[in-house]
């Protein structure tokens, strides 16, 4: 849900540092086979990107009479991830991520690199910088969706996709006992449905509701004896209160942030704020 910067390399930087990394003569000539192949299907990735049209890229087998699936992803295991050169880039995509929080979750911390098109699907981006993004561990292993099929099932892509400045979804406090919170898609006016079914794959895809509302349960019982003492004395400074901390959280973290939404929903919940009839939070 993160927009980040994409990689300044491309795929030719890589094979290039791949060549660096070996002496050996046969892998040479295999790197050099798929440069033009590997650069030709960059430019698809990314055009397909920006149409909503990734789904589109064929899935494959074969990259070039030289070198085939297993050949290729062994570029990505074997030498990426093993090789001085290689490994530097690696740790380059895992620095990009900003305060190291995973761009799909925006909760868990930084671990790994995950292919936005999975490699054992699309052996072909194995090694393209704008297929490997910065991820937590469970966003990379514990994703529902694994790859798109059509214009909706389409998570959103960290590199590409700029919806974090937009408000589509909501924080609901929840009359339960203890109190607990519910986050959910809403539709902005000028989405279309195609956008707002990405969202929706999106949040279902990473787990959003269940992540954010942990987080924010959590955070309701941390402050749950402040926001009773302010509310003894008047619901006012109560509502003040929240109020302030939603707008230090809106301009420090933003308006998709799990804190953001729950204390918008808090200041404005006047159900809340009369003290929770029938519930024992403020007793």
């Known amino acids: ?16 540092i791949l060549k660096i990394d070996t002496t050996r003569k046969g892998v040479i000539q295999d790197i050099d086979s798929v440069v033009d192949i590997l650069r030709e299907r960059e430019a698809l990735y990314v055009k397909k990107v920006d149409d909503n049209t990734l789904f589109e890229i064929p899935r494959e087998e074969v990259i070039s009479s030289r070198v085939n699936k297993a050949k290729i992803i062994s570029y990505y295991e074997y030498r990426i991830l093993n090789k001085p050169n290689g ?40 090694i393209t910088p704008t297929n490997l993004v910065p991820s937590c561990r469970d966003c ?15 998570t959103f892509h960290p590199y590409f996709d700029k919806v974090d400045n937009i408000s589509w979804i909501s924080a609901e406090l929840q009359k339960t006992e203890p109190l607990s919170f519910l986050y959910k898609v809403i539709k902005p006016e000028w ?40 509310h003894s004395k008047d619901k006012n400074l109560l509502k003040a209160h929240l109020l302030e901390t939603y707008d230090s959280c809106l301009n420090g973290l933003g308006i998709l942030d799990w804190k953001t ?15 929770c009839i029938g519930v024992n939070f403020f007793e």
């Open 140 to 154: 990379n292993t514990d994703k529902k969706i694994s790859f798109p099929t059509n214009k909706k099932d389409q």
């Open 261 to 275: 939404l729950m204390y918008q929903e808090l200041s404005t919940n006047e159900w809340f704020l009369d003290g």
């Open 1 to 16: 849900m993160k927009l980040i910067d994409k990689p300044k390399k491309e795929v030719l930087d890589i094979l290039i």
């Open 191 to 230: 989405w279309d449905d195609t956008i707002y079914d990405r969202a929706c794959c999106h949040f279902e895809g990473y787990n959003i509701n269940q992540l954010f509302s942990n987080e924010a349960d959590r955070e309701l019982r941390g402050m749950q004896h402040q926001f009773k003492k302010l």
């Open 87 to 126: 490994r530097e880039f690696y740790d380059e995509i895992i620095l990009s991520a900003p305060h190291d929080i995973c761009p799909y979750c925006s909760i868990r911390t930084v671990k790994t690199v995950d292919h936005f098109l999975p490699k054992s699907e699309y052996p072909s981006y194995s």
